[in-house]
């Protein structure tokens, strides 16, 4: 029996998916602003203790190595080392863009979007060429940055929309991933890898 412990620590107030064989059997999305490694440890805790589970049958951790807030990462990924050391079981790192792509068929012309603080928008475009560098924007000007990068589809945490308006947005495909980005990261385990380097933003060119 594999029993996958999962943190999204970075967007929004992140989130925390629990699967086993395959399936989520729960998860927490946490309150916009937390970004303290204690809040992240009492929730597992409270999660495991709602659906009694030892931690001891946790076989693997994973958690996303960004991109997201810088904070949020690194308390991440200490939290996951910290635990990972507690509990003698391994830890994998998922880029959180390529989970949440992951389930799109064709990703020529694809960008992933999470928002990031109060108005930015952080987002990667991804080609047959491969995967930009992700970048930060401004959300008033993500639909033109996206725009001149003949983006067709978007995969988006809820967040997003929240920013930019729907008119700027009727042009793209909006696949609308939800709030629990933790859950991504579970199913990601297999594309992850031991390697924990965060994953920063660059500015766009966007910016002003």
């Known amino acids: 029996m594999t029993t ?26 946490g309150p916009s602003g937390v970004s303290r490694a204690e ?8 999660l495991l203790s709602s659906l ?3 931690k001891r049958e946790i076989s693997q951790l994973a958690v996303s190595v960004g991109p997201g807030s810088f904070t949020g990462l690194r308390i991440g990924i200490a939290t996951m080392l ?10 994998i790192g998922v880029p959180l863009f390529e989970a949440m792509t992951a ?9 992933a ?3 990031i603080g109060r108005s930015d928008i952080a987002w990667q475009q991804f080609s047959v060429r491969g995967a930009i560098v992700p970048i930060s924007t401004p959300g008033s000007q993500f639909s033109d ?12 945490h809820p967040g997003v929309c929240d920013i930019v308006p729907a008119e700027d947005l009727k042009s793209f495909t909006i696949h609308d991933v ?28 966007y910016r002003k």
């Open 39 to 46: 809040d992240l440890l009492l929730d597992v805790a409270d």
């Open 82 to 91: 910290g635990l990972s050391a507690a509990l003698g079981i391994p830890v």
């Open 178 to 205: 939800g709030e629990n980005l933790a859950s991504l990261i579970a199913k990601g385990v297999e594309r992850g890898s031991p390697d924990l380097t965060p994953i920063y933003l660059s500015s766009s060119a």
């Open 113 to 115: 979007a999470v928002p």
């Open 103 to 111: 389930t799109v068929d064709d990703l020529d012309g694809c960008a």
């Open 145 to 156: 940055a996206l725009a001149a990068l003949v983006c067709k589809t978007i995969v988006v």
């Open 4 to 29: 996958i412990l999962a943190i999204e620590p970075s967007i929004r107030g992140g989130s925390i998916s629990l699967y086993r064989d395959g399936g989520e059997i729960g998860r927490h999305i």
């Open 52 to 54: 009694q589970i030892d």
